[in-house]
């Protein structure tokens, strides 16, 4: 499978607990990002990477998520000190620069 | 700030039927203009997208948009509905990015489509 590839599928975490997911891109693709989508909402932007900068982030990410994508390749998305709110399905995907995006079946969490 | 507005929670058409899916949006300079469908449990699946030139452009499965620069619009449509078309339909925007910077992509909250046999 060459597309965007996401891991876990599924996580269920107490609050207080620390977090990370794993995104692989497609592997040509040298812009990475993360979503977060709620019940009856539309992703909302959370960073972005071009190679392994990250080039922006979104208000909506706190000091207790990081994201970080050594060497270019694959992401990872931390939470720390997970809360309630925090439960949702958090999407990564991938792009060449000025084409759209292709998107890997997502991470569920579930804090509880 | 841009933003996506996507004013029917549910579209509901008989399969054989013409669909649209309506979709208006709000961006400084010119547009840049996304189809996506999502089926349960699964992640978003781009569907067409447009950036310059004719404004009805066609995309995967059949389907179509026609961009309204007058009205703000991108509609998505499909001539003939399949069953298996019933998904959740996102419609997303983002901005020239005249300096050159990243622009981030806005999504509406989604219509899903029931295509009733």
């Known amino acids: 499978d060459t597309g965007v590839s996401q891991d876990p599928r599924h996580k269920i975490t107490k609050r207080g607990q620390n977090v990370t997911f794993r995104c692989d891109p497609i592997?040509?693709?040298?812009?990475l990002y993360w979503y977060r989508q709620t019940l009856g909402q539309g992703p909302e932007f959370l960073t972005y990477f071009q190679n392994e900068a990250q080039l922006e982030k979104s208000r909506l990410l706190s000091d207790r998520f990081s994201a970080e994508r050594p060497k270019g390749s694959f992401s990872t998305l931390e939470i720390q000190r997970t809360e309630q709110g925090d439960s949702a399905m958090y999407l990564c995907?991938?792009?060449?620069?000025?084409?759209?995006?292709?998107f890997g079946q997502g991470t569920r969490l579930t804090v509880v | 700030a841009q933003s996506v507005a996507q004013p029917e929670d549910q579209v509901n058409v008989a399969e054989g039927n013409p669909l649209t899916v309506k979709c208006t949006y709000s961006?400084?300079?010119?547009?840049?203009l996304f189809w996506y469908v999502q089926y349960p449990n699964r992640g978003l699946q781009f569907l067409l997208k447009?950036?310059?030139?004719?404004?009805l452009v066609k995309g995967s499965y059949g389907f179509e948009a026609e961009f309204n620069k007058s009205q703000t619009s991108f509609h998505l449509k499909k001539p003939s509905a399949l069953v298996s078309d019933s998904a959740l339909y996102f419609c997303?925007?983002?901005?020239?990015?005249?300096?050159?910077?990243?622009?981030?992509?806005?999504f509406g909250i989604g219509t899903k489509l029931q295509v009733i046999p």
């Open positions: 961006v400084s300079g010119n547009p840049y």
């Open positions: 592997s040509e693709h040298n812009r």
């Open positions: 995907a991938s792009s060449l620069v000025e084409n759209e995006a292709f």
């Open positions: 447009y950036i310059t030139g004719d404004n």
């Open positions: 997303a925007v983002r901005g020239e990015g005249l300096s050159g910077g990243y622009q981030k992509v806005t």
